[in-house]
């Protein structure tokens, strides 16, 4: 009904509801808000996990995931607000663009909401808040940009460099004690991609058992295989052909051939035929004279033995991503047809050594002195399964967070420096503009402050006199202080090495204040009625 | 009455299973019609203008959409009303016609069916409004002829263009960078233009987006971007000098579209056929690479071991290129699609200057890059983001500006934005009205109305008061006889909108105009509505 009492028409199909005004941002700063209240807990040092439990008849206990990752928990969350859905969005963006960052964007959004709601309540306009945010992102953006500091890529500095940012990423998780220990192993492992940014060539095997600091970088390369029954376990000066082809009983493929004979003789013959190809393949195989098969598919028993017979030893059934580390690794080609003998010394992959090694209860083979030696196996070890998730995902921060500095070099201070930096730049650009969007610059440089604020809390600190304190060092001229989450009180970050990549503080900046910006200018929601689905 | 009785008296039934139906009639029809349209143009109206809002959608399957593309929202309210469809249609053809404009046209609607139910309730029949309207709509057509102004779009770097690109594009969530997607989209049309024929094939422009980065990282691509990568990983991973073979067929064993069985009866046939599929296979890859390709564009999938031939050959290869990239890569590259592997010749492979695969983020992403092509100029526009519902809205809103430029390029008149064009016009027919003499006097005079609500509707969204700024513009307009007076939303301290620089494309406010009359007179005319009861 209208305000007059007519009695409108249904316009919308049932169960389709429209919210306008007032209720749709009231439901948009809801939504969104209880997502950044939901992680945030998790930022920082000092933070906490998170334990996820699926949903669905049978699994209620299974697979439950322990981890402190911002995108892992948004990942896995339900939710049906759709603010909340398009904050989950930019933390997906986040992992998937630079690693990590991805619970400090959902925070700055979700702060951001929180302010603009205040002001909307003073009867701001929402585009008169965007307004002030765009003024102050860029401000923002700037000041961020001119603090931080670029080294050589090829400097001691840069190495150092990676070595502290490692170590602050890792902070925040769960292997915070070891983080030394890790830091060393992570950079180890991105410095020998050569630039590269392609992880796919960083294996991360885990292995229950042993502790956390049993975990080690391997030099070689790891397959999680094992060396068919009856090849030699250990090969000197490796010559591997890397092949992905039918050892099975490698059908014909052409379309509509089927087996129709009239007499048992003709089968066998048939077999034999085919028992014929298959040696003939082998024997191609032969020609290139390897030591070492490496096969994607499955191999039958015949094959096998025929390459067992020629002194080859064989491993089978490699995933694809292991066959392309393989291939990375030792130089070798990915063989389908085994027609070029000739182009043997291009096609075959070297390795110094390939032996069967044990970790724990299971049998891998490793590769070591590899041809190319770019591709690189981090082998993580701990109490139980859920720990050595929670060290995966940490670890993949990592590295993406150093593959990201080595793409872009610059780096800033850590400890909330950067954002308290950035804070000030607002505050002072504020008080140069004129009009209601100077409220909105400011209403920024606190939702700015908080992410410190909600450091500082978690730490269980005092975190209103933390953060004033820390305000005034930096007005003081001491740009280099930052949070010490170690005894709660405000330091030189030059000192504790604290440092962070200017990359990540950047993405996050700029996906927070988009998804803001897009929530704030929503004044409508429409819901469509959901889609009836059969259960069945 | 649905029922009627025969010269007996006996009841009978002219609507059957009248029970089950609801019907409407009569004023109460066209009142429930009108309501109905209006709902939808209310909720359209608060997104017009450079400050109007967005709209939040959740479609059936949950996915959360945010726009101010008047087309998007109301193609997914899921709208079930028979009247309120119709305006969806409206918003949709002024989409397919103009692609620009789609907001301002529901609203314009709604405002005339506002305008039609104060008529009604004084008793004007319907079809007089409608009359009326048709004749207002001729009459501001008109009017709109003579205020357009032609401009030179190729003066002054194509300022005019990007002028009219960020127009477009001030209204919605990426207006921050208004002015540098206003460039690129206007040398992405002018690069693809045909300036003799005064004619843009939006198809060489492809608009791709993939999340992360933010909206300023958008960049034109002077190529074709595809979302693929090399089919075997150790392929060369940038050809120079490419030249291109684009094939439809698959790198496998035919298959007859006859549906047979080759039965294998003994040992020989056996090893034959087995010769014979390894054969195809060489036999593929050595066509492909006579011909003098050096990189080949599949539709279809590859065999293991014809991928490992094409790697073996140096000839690198993509799989599964979806069938309109392969048009687009033939029409740029000047290749033919080549459907049988027998029928490669030189001729037919398409050159371009590169093509390289490139990387994003961390997730090992990869796409392929396709520059410098021989035959025309395929652009590709490459749309960053931090979110997909950002990358989405700005997909629509560059898809916006496009068509305004290639609009620009047909038509070179223009009129000018912030509604003095449709306050010029409301004044005109407002003058017609007074010389009419018969009852569409009314409705002439409340189409002015109608065409006054837009600027209203402007003023009202970006905080001013409607009623207040409208007056005041109108009355500058008569004072000064300066057709170009309109709402200043931008609060840039001057309602002349040539200062302003908001340019609009005459061709799309006419059928704006045209267009909301029509659907308005439609309305007008139904006045009995039978529905089944249960919707």
Redesign the interface.
Known sequence: MDIVG?V??????DE?T?D?GEM?RLQ?FVGAIAVADLVKTTLGPKGMDKILKPTGPGQEMTHITVTNDGATILKSMYV?N??A??LI??S??Q?????DGTTTVAVLAGELLREGEKLIQKRI????VIAGW?IARDVALKRLRDISTENDIESQEFHNDLIKIAKTTLSSKLITTDRDYFADLCVKAVLRLKGS????YIQIIKIPGGTIRDSYLDDGFILKKQITIGCKRRIENAKILVA???MDYDK???????????SMD?VA??E???K??MKHKVDKILQYQPTVFVNRQLIYNYPEQLLADAGITVIEHADFEGM?RV?AATGA?????FD?PE?RDQILGNCELIEEIMIGEEKMIKFSGCKKNEACTIVLRGSSIHILDEVDRSIHDVL?VL??TVKNRRVVWGGGNSEMQMAAACDEEAKRVQGKQALAIEAYARALRQLPTIICDNGGYDSAELVQNFKVELEKGNLSYGLNMNDGSIGDMKELGVKECMRVKE?AL??????A???M???????????KRERA | MSLAFDDYGRPYIILREQGSKKRMKGLEAYK??I??AK??AN?LS?SLGP?G??????????D?S?T?DGAT?VE??????PT?KLLVELSQSQDAEIGDGTTGVVVLAGKLLEQALTLLDKGIHPLKISDGFDRACDVAIKHLETISEEIDIQANEHEALIQAACTALGSK?VS?RKRELGKIAVTAVLDVADLNRKDVNLDLIKIQTK??????DTRLISGILIDKDMS???MVKEVNDAKICLLTCPF?????KT?????????ED??K??Q??QQ??VDMVKLVKDSGANIALCQWGF???A???L??NNLPAVRWVSGTDVELIAMATGARIIPRFQEITPEKLGKAGSVKEV???????RMLVIENCQCTKAVTILIR??????VD?AKRSIHDAICVIRNLIKDNRIVYGGGSAELACAIQVLQYADEVSSVEQYAIRSFADALEGIPSCLADN??LNPITSVAQAKARQLQENNHRIGIDCMELGTTDMKEQRIYETLSSKKQQIQLATQVVKMILKIDDVIAPDDY
């Open positions: 007519n409108l028409p249904q316009v919308l199909k389709a429209e306008k749709a948009s049906e759709p603010a859905k398009i969005e930019i997906k963006t992992d998937e663009e630079v690693g306009h929402p585009q008169q765009r940014s392609n992880l796919d992905n082809t039918a014909i493929k052409i379309y509509g051939t089927k087996v129709k004979v009239n003709k013959e048939i034999a035929a085919e014929e190809k392309e291939a080609e990915i063989l389908s047809t070029a182009r993406c593959i990201t993405q700029l996906a927070a204040s988009e998804a910006e897009l929530i200018r929503v004044d409508d929601i429409v819901k469509c009625a959901p889609r | 429930s019609n309501l109905a709902a939808i909720t608060s400050k809002m967005d709209k939040m959608l959740v479609s059936p399957d949950g959360v945010v101010n929202i997914k309210m899921e709208i079930q009303h309120a969530v921050k999340t992360g980065g933010s909206v300023e075997h990983p150790q496998e064993p035919p298959k007859p549906k047979h069985n080759i039965n294998i009866s003994s040992a056996y090893k056929l087995y014979q599929e195809y296979f065999d293991d071991e991928n490992h031939l790697l073996q990387q994003f983020g961390t997730s090992n992403e983001g931090g979110s997909q519902m950002i809205e970006c905080g």
